[in-house]
């Protein structure tokens, strides 16, 4: 297990399509301590729509960047997400979860819009002590194929998962970890990647519904590239906030409504199935927290109060892990590893 001996550690692995994070935790402690976090950018266009287009590359970083933090041998946990993972809260009738596992597949084709040979099915009965005649479940489907790939990925990498995790619920855990007082009312995680927005509702600290929503920094920096005439570069400068030369707060504010737009029909579909009050809150992590004036547009344009959130609020950073890493800035980034690596060791 490279330098962390036979310690009870973790390691949480996110392939994103603009870095790729890994964040170590240990699990010996009463309480987890983060160890190690490495980070390092990709390639552009190396993962386009959450494809990856060039394996070899992706595989090569990951190896690289795992090798670095000493990590080599160690086994990760990671993740699957995007359009073809559905996360779904359905009604079933009641019945034990050893019943519920044999009508899984069944339930699941009325809801899942994939072939049923050609998926892996999870689910967890959200209300297990409730004596109502029907029981809300959370409904997992992804296609094999792409669980399939992600595991041909990690072996090129010289790494073995010890569980392969759905994005939204890695989110969840990290969230719920960092903000127990967020588990009451309807709030929204907002997860701004490179290309993808994750958004996940919860309502009393459970997901209720979980989407993709087509918007991530990328599209800001483009479209600053075919407005202002700037190169990727000068663009990439002015959304991280070094370049003062276009006023990004208003630039930003003009494009958040496509954002909003998606929130606000979720949360609406939310209401009207659940019966629920309005959203309460909304919590932004990922790439996108980091732009100047992204959380406050947001929570201006939405009308409720937005904030960043941060994955080490509540855990424990050891001291050295600092050093020549600014976690304030980078933090945002770092909820979807956090999350996987607070998975258990086996």
């Not at 209300?127 to 997992?140: A, E, I, Y």
Request: aromatic share 4%; glycine share 10%.
């Amino acid at each position: 297990m490279g330098r962390f001996g036979r310690s009870r550690v973790s390691a949480g692995l996110d392939i994103g399509s603009g870095f790729v994070k890994i964040v170590v935790i240990d699990h010996s402690k009463p309480e987890p301590e983060i160890v190690q976090i490495a980070t390092s950018p990709l390639v552009p266009d190396a993962i386009v729509e959450g494809e990856i287009m060039d394996p070899v590359l992706v595989a090569d970083t990951v190896r690289a960047l795992a090798e670095g933090a000493g990590i080599k041998k160690m086994d990760v946990v990671a993740a699957v997400g995007g359009h073809d993972v559905i996360v779904k809260r359905i009604p079933m009738d009641r019945m034990a979860e050893e019943e519920a596992s044999q009508v899984i597949r069944w339930e699941a084709e009325q809801h899942v819009p994939f072939d049923m040979e050609s998926v892996q099915l999870d689910f967890q009965i959200l209300d297990p002590d409730g004596d109502g005649p029907q029981m809300s479940v959370l409904l997992v489907a992804a296609k094999r194929e792409l669980i399939e790939n992600r595991l041909a990925l990690l072996a090129d990498a010289g790494l073995g998962p010890t569980v392969i995790d759905v994005d939204a619920f890695a989110l969840h855990n990290a969230f719920e970890r960092n903000y127990p007082e967020a588990m009451q009312g309807l709030v929204a995680l907002v997860n701004i990647g490179h290309e993808t927005t994750n958004l996940n509702l919860l309502a009393d600290g459970v997901p209720v519904l979980v989407r993709d929503v087509p918007f991530g920094s990328r599209r800001l920096r483009e479209a600053l590239q075919r407005e202002q005439g700037l190169t990727a570069e000068q663009a990439e400068s002015v959304i991280q906030g070094k370049d003062t030369s276009v006023d990004v707060h208003a630039f930003v504010g003009d494009r958040v409504d496509e954002l909003a737009v998606g929130i606000e029909r979720a949360v609406a579909f939310v209401v009207s199935q659940t019966g629920l009050s309005l959203l309460g809150r909304v919590y932004v992590c990922g790439g996108g927290a980091r732009v100047p004036g992204m959380v406050d547009a947001l929570g201006s344009r939405l009308g409720v109060r937005a904030e960043v959130a941060n994955p080490v609020q509540r855990i424990a950073v050891r001291p050295e892990v600092l050093e020549g890493l600014a976690l304030d800035e980078f933090a945002p980034m770092l909820m979807l590893p956090v999350g996987l690596a607070l998975r258990l060791p086996r």
